[in-house]
């Protein structure tokens, strides 16, 4: 039988009985991801296998440097076949890891191969892989159809022109981009020369000079409305933790002037600057309805050597643990004290704070929505087998996990589709195991609208976009 079956990862028959039925021919609502733009606006023709699996893999980068490759192969001037070829021979030794799982999956899926990658076998691999690449199928927009995507969001800067979006919503592909509103330079104050910058930025894609805070605000709203009108309607925000340390809007105007003179901003003042902020991104997406994400906890470019040299997102992150849910709870009650509370998602880095964010979300249920406040999927760090399992099991225990808007890609990669089919392998194994334990019963009309609604129709319903 070949590693990549019909079967994988569902070890009973009631976990195969859910998986075939309710949940493998479910369409994806990828709702996070780095996906580019671009590419898929101008439906990218990835060269070989390394453009489309390894030129931004952070994940496997980090793997192949514990294997002892050198960086000339991970990040550096190496030739794709031989960055290839460090990663098959990097491929046995990730036994354990998610990413041997990923990988043939990813394999199979994309091309039909189910061998195993190695250093022998890497030729052979290559070959039928790039020769599959170069048919229409595996473009970008050939790649959504393939997996049957109904929506992704991308990542977006307030300042971004959103110009790919429209373009490829003129394409007619059945399958809509949108962008999601991430403001994240917007809380940057105790780094002056990278927020001036982008304030700069920010005022040439507004219209607006922005001579004071009052300004800012002006060219941030005006930015959100612009996103509203592309069909935005999510936020996101990576931060460390939430912020609230609460000021009025002349201390923070204050703030502001000194970080546009390029003044030292104190570490009290980028707190006191980032929870005005936070408060009225709350407002904003409350007012318009959209959905925020929070994604709290991770510790970013741990290796100043490595990112002098490589600079941001080539795996020098890490999991950090920085107390969460005070702030996280004062910011959620603040909004929902001013009737501001938009619905909200809730990620963890950190698997120490599972059993918190999904205590923490049933403290802002207000019955107006089904699951208005959501902890989120397994994120980052926590996106595999084990992690996956330990959000399922937190949320079922301390609230509702029927109403669970499921997975994300949350990548970079045009090759991480298959995360989608692992997630659902991953619940129907967790949900079929406590059916044959006698824990759950054993009706398929309960069952199956449970599969089917967390693999996609609670996301759909949650999100609220139309014609889908």
Known sequence: MPFINDDFLLSTKTARRLYHQFAAEQPIFDYHCHLSPGDVARNRQFKNLFEIWLEGDHYKW??????????????????????????????????????????????????????????????????????????????????????????????????????????????????????????????????????????????????????????????????????????????????NHCFADFCSDKVAAGIFDKARRGEQISCEEHRQFASCMMLLFGQLDAKRGWVKQLHLGALRNNNTRLMKSLGADTGLDSIGDWPQTQSLAAYLDRLDSENALPKTIIYNNNPTDNYAFAAMIGNFQDGSVAGKVQFGSGWWFLDQKEGMEWQMNALSNLGLLSRFVGM?????????????????????????????????????????????????????????????
């Not at 091309?111 to 039928?128: C, H, M, N, V, Y």
């Not at 104050?189 to 304030?199: D, E, I, K, M, S």
């Open 408 to 468: 994300v890609t949350d990548s970079r990669s045009f090759m991480s589709y298959p995360r989608h089919e692992y997630f659902r392998r991953v619940l129907c194994n967790l949900v079929g195991r406590d059916v044959e334990n006698g824990e759950i019963p054993n009706d398929n009309a309960l069952l199956g609208p449970f599969i089917r609604n967390i693999c996609y129709e609670n996301a759909r319903q949650y999100f609220g976009f139309a014609g889908l």
């Open 62 to 239: 980090r793997a192949m440097r514990t294997n002892g490759v050198a960086e000339k192969f991970c990040t550096g001037a190496a030739s794709p076949y031989d960055k290839f070829l460090a990663w098959a021979k990097t491929v046995p030794q990730t036994l354990r890891n998610p990413l041997y799982h990923w990988t043939h999956l990813e394999l199979k899926r994309y091309f039909g191969i189910g061998e195993l990658l190695d250093e022998k076998s890497a030729r052979k691999i290559w070959d039928k892989a790039n020769e599959q690449l170069a048919k229409p199928a595996l473009t970008t927009q050939g790649i959504l159809k393939k997996f049957n995507v109904k929506v992704v969001c991308t990542t977006d800067d307030p300042a971004d022109t959103l110009s790919d979006h429209r373009e490829f919503a003129r394409s007619g592909h059945p399958a809509k981009m949108l962008a999601a509103f991430r403001p994240d330079n917007a809380l940057a104050v105790h780094a002056a020369g990278r927020f001036n910058t982008w304030v700069e930025r920010l005022a040439a894609a507004s219209n607006v000079d922005i001579n004071s805070f009052g300004a800012f605000t002006t060219a941030l709203k005006k930015r959100h409305d612009f996103f509203h009108s592309q069909g935005c309607r999510l936020s996101d925000h990576g931060m």
